[in-house]
């Protein structure tokens, strides 16, 4: 590249805009559609089990007695699975992601 092609992207570099964004002061936004994190509404869980059975990568664990609903967010591939099958519609696919943190990796949930 000559000095005057290099001048060239250099002046055009200088007066346009950034093409990366400043996160985290600007926040990204999700399209919608887009597949985040399961969500559930624990107080319409029945804790039937049948999220759980249909999980490809046994992510959801459901227990009756105590009544808890679990899922492991490492495990989770965000195939919409549980979503279309729980019988209550009390679960979500939501657009966020869940946030790294050392506390990512299991979340319980109880009515
Ligand atoms: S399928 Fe729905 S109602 Fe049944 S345990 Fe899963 S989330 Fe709860
Ligand atoms: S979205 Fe798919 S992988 Fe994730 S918990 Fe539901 S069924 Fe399992």
Aim: proline share 8%; hydrophobic share 35%; with cysteine.
């Amino acid at each position: 590249m000559s000095i005057l092609e290099m001048g060239k992207v250099v002046l055009k570099n200088l007066f346009n805009k950034p093409v990366t964004e400043r996160y985290p002061f600007v926040k990204k936004e999700y399209p919608s559609g887009a597949r985040g994190k399961v969500n559930i509404d624990p107080a319409k869980c029945i804790y039937c089990g049948i999220c759980q059975r249909k999980c490809p990568t046994a992510a959801i664990v459901t227990t009756k007695e105590p009544k808890v609903w679990t899922i492991d967010r490492m495990r989770c591939i965000s195939c919409n699975a549980c979503v279309e099958v729980c019988p209550k519609k009390c679960l979500v696919l939501d657009v966020m992601y869940s946030p790294c943190s050392a506390k990512q990796g299991t979340d319980s949930f109880r009515p």
